[in-house]
T-cell receptor, first 113, second 111 residues
Framework: DAGVIQSPRHEVTEMGQEVTLRCKPISGHDYLFWYRQTMMRGLELLIYFNNNVPIDDSGMPEDRFSAKMPNASFSTLKIQPSEPRDSAVYFC???????????FGPGTRLTVT | GENVEQHPSTLSVQEGDSAVIKCTYSDSASNYFPWYKQELGKGPQLIIDIRSNVGEKKDQRIAVTLNKTAKHFSLHITETQPEDSAVYFCAATFGNEKLTFGTGTRLTIIP
C-alpha cells in the first residue's frame, strides 16, 4: 500500500488567494483526519470524517476553512481567502478502526506571504 | 476537553544509553495511547501503541508502560542509536474517535 498521499507537498501563495490541499487515504480506511502543525500550537485536529461524512469540525479555525470528502478515496481542505497566519504544515491521516491507529501522510507545507 | 502533557520537551542522550519520555492525560475514559516518531520533513509515524487493558508493551528496543490510576504513560527506548534522533509525540483518545497529542519531545542521540 502506498500509504496516505497528499498533494501538493509544498505550496507558496499570496495572501487573499484560495488554497486547496488534497488527500488520498489508505484504501479501506473509513476515517479521515485533517491536522495542522505549527511550532506554537503543535498538532491540532481540524476536522474528521467517517464514511465520507464530516463528524466533528470544531477544530476548524474559522469560516475561511472548509473540507470535503466527495468519495472514500479523496478529500480536500480549502482555505479561502488565505492569510499569513495560515502558514503551517497540514497533515491528513486515515484510520481503519474507530479511535485506534491513525496513519499520517507526508504533509503539505503551506506558506502564505 | 482532553489534555495531554508531555515531558521533557528536549532530551539528549549518549548513543547506547536509554531514553524515557513521559506523558499524562486528563480524560479517565481514554483507552488508547499511541506514540509517534516524526523525522524532519516527514509526517508522524506510529511506532508503538498500548490499550488501557494492558500495563506494558514491548517491541524490540521500544517499550511503553501505562499507569491508568495515575493517568500517565511512558515511552522507553533502550540501546539508543543515531537514527532514533527525531521528535516523539504521545497521544490519547478523546471521545473514542479523536486523538489529542502531546507537545512533542525532541530527542537527540549523541554519537
Amino acid at each position: 500500500d502506498a500509504g496516505v498521499i497528499q498533494s501538493p507537498r509544498h505550496e507558496v501563495t499570496e495572501m487573499g488567494q484560495e488554497v486547496t490541499l488534497r488527500c488520498k487515504p489508505i484504501s479501506g480506511h473509513d476515517y479521515l483526519f485533517w491536522y495542522r502543525q505549527t511550532m506554537m500550537r503543535g498538532l491540532e485536529l481540524l476536522i474528521y470524517f467517517n464514511n465520507n461524512v464530516p463528524i466533528d469540525d470544531s477544530g476548524m479555525p474559522e469560516d475561511r476553512f472548509s473540507a470535503k470528502m466527495p468519495n472514500a478515496s479523496f478529500s480536500t481542505l480549502k482555505i479561502q481567502p488565505s492569510e499569513p497566519r495560515d502558514s503551517a504544515v497540514y497533515f491528513c491521516a486515515s484510520s481503519l478502526i474507530r479511535g485506534k491507529e491513525q496513519y499520517f501522510g507526508p504533509g503539505t507545507r503551506l506558506t502564505v506571504t | 476537553g482532553e489534555n495531554v502533557e508531555q515531558h521533557p520537551s528536549t532530551l539528549s542522550v549518549q548513543e547506547g544509553d536509554s531514553a524515557v519520555i513521559k506523558c499524562t492525560y486528563s480524560d479517565s475514559a481514554s483507552n488508547y495511547f499511541p506514540w509517534y516518531k516524526q523525522e524532519l520533513g516527514k509526517g508522524p509515524q506510529l511506532i508503538i501503541d498500548i490499550r488501557s487493558n494492558v500495563g506494558e508493551k514491548k517491541d524490540q528496543r521500544i517499550a511503553v508502560t501505562l499507569n491508568k490510576t495515575a493517568k500517565h504513560f511512558s515511552l522507553h527506548i533502550t540501546e539508543t542509536q543515531p537514527e532514533d534522533s527525531a521528535v516523539y509525540f504521545c497521544a490519547a483518545t478523546f471521545g473514542n474517535e479523536k486523538l489529542t497529542f502531546g507537545t512533542g519531545t525532541r530527542l537527540t542521540i549523541i554519537p
